[in-house]
């Protein structure tokens, strides 16, 4: 296989997924070969004044699409939970629920501190919300949005008072995140402690086009806390919020989270997946619902090449004048793609005129020795066949 | 943090799971330190004649606890499963759901050859199933069980074509899995020429604690060859196996894997956790239960370690003649445990029965000179007080 000494690479395994690869400097053996699931990076924060560990999962394509930029999902309790969310990240994102995504685990210092909006009496350390969002918005997220290509939309994913945490961040600083995925969250407490001010916080914020899922397993003493705040979110409040409450009988607290992250971003992305009645409908239809998915996300939302490359080919097949609108439409969605110019070339080159299918085909090409997609032979072979064609013309 | 440069060590992050970390001998950067999921192993078939590469995840606590032994779940299609799947078995077995187990993900060379029992008109390669089963049974299994520490307990999990060849493996060789779980099977073509034979198949075998899960989504053209299976099942053909289809008409080909092998292991592993009632009513209750789970695993499952110490301190509170014979089934359960030997020299010094205390308060430092389990000062400071009472008591 191909491995590289002490560096890591990309390599794709029979052509599905990409997992990264890495050699130790240990003497030839199979076993040192390791599959990696992610980078452990520090970061010190000055709001809190210690250092903090990241755990960060980028999607299997990150080296290769250059410019691609992804969402990030924040993930709570790292520890207990960055392998298998990210696990749940690259199933949904590679069968298309959702877009592909950068996970950021954050390893605890002290979760009681860090994840209770007030001071709980009789707690050695707690009431340390607001100085972790702070930390969060004003060291965390532009460290992590300098270092990656992110999107500007963010979800916030945490477990029990890292659920706690989440309704916080979503109660009081709704512009953080986009989404919120509240796991068996601790909201109650006697006196109603924990989660103070719940009701004017909610009346505060717009929150349109945020999205909140949260759950509960057979956890009856964290039932009074979700029950007042979905009362709350029930008669209206939350201005625009895009909520679920999901009660999970049979699991408890310690077997919520798994299908709590899975469903919750399912939920999420609900659409994200675009109907096939609406691809069918062709290329204004599909225009119109990115359009809208973009809007709901508040980053462009692109049709995916894919997607606009078959619509292309197949409405060749009957219409070509469609599928020329539909093949400039990819050209200009993706213009540093090889494909675009060819298919695109592909097209005149059918509709006869050969001189601008030449044109394209010599971008494809020269598109293709600045980024190399494994189809330089194919595009050089149209590039060459168009010359025969207009040679043959002029004799 | 604590890494050791150009090798890889398993550290305690937080104190909840454990983490494989390396470093790469590039000059320090904190980006070089990675997550590891698993090793790359190659393995040469001779009945297959080829090299065949495997995913292998072992389970967080592997390397510390040298005597233990784990079940393996056999993955096929692991270029697209092994990542999630192995986030799936990390998950439910932290959260008590299953045993820690070791997955093994087989990455294809031709699964069209590899996973259809028969010959299939018009395919270019098809009809290896036999030589596949083969190559597990006589190859893979020795390879991976010679190399690691593994318990006679396998699962295999397989989707779409891969559900094919699970199905088929039930049919055929029940011995050689405890668990199928089949996503997506494709068990019907047309004239049945995937899976022929079914009924003789499932009449000739015994399946006695054969744990069976098939999934299938909106996926009409698979549906004709799940009936025609699971009718067959209903009628009582396939002598004893416990066994549930899903339907998830929510979910399509390419999404049912996730949740189906999630809710698949919940069902095999069904009662894995021990019911409160059956705790509740003390060490007769637990030794009868876990007995049932070793007839059905087929494998010796020992009453957890942290349950029967908690429940002998539990006892020890009001009946100290129990919470003696609880302690002693520890010691005989857990014979290197220093905590064992520690817990009983406990109870023995409670009733005053000072020389069999030390006696075993100095196995439990022996024990732990052997395999520190970070308790060793415990036990010195035990070991040291019942020598000064001991002292005391000469005086």
Redesign the interface.
Known sequence: ?NVVN???IRKC?????L????Q???PAD??T??????????LHSTELNENR?L?VYLPDNYEMMEEKKYPVLYLL?A??H???????V???S????MPQMIVVGL??VNRDRDFTPVWIPNSRLSGGADRFLDFLEKECFPAVESRYRTEPYRILAGHSLGGTLTVYAFLTRPYLFGGYIAVSPALGLPKNMLLPDIESHLSEKNRRNKYLYITLGNEPSYRPGIDRFTELLQDGSGDGVVWRFVSMPKYHH??T???SV?HGLEFIFDGWQVPARIYAEGLDSLRAYYDALTERFGYTVKIPEQMIRRLGYETMAYDRETARIIFEEYVRLYPDSPKSHDSLGELYELEGKYLIAKKHYETAVKKSRLRPDGYEDLYMEHLQRIRDKLTSKLF
Chains 1, 2 share one sequence.
């Open positions: 296989m002490g560096l890591y395994l029979a052509g599905c997924i997992i990264m690869i890495m130790t400097p240990l199979e076993d070969r390791l599959l990696v699931a992610g980078k452990i990076i520090t560990t755990l309790d520890e207990n960055f392998f298998h969310v990210t696990g749940i690259q199933f949904l590679s069968s298309w629920t390893i605890n310690g077997t989270p798994h299908l899975y």
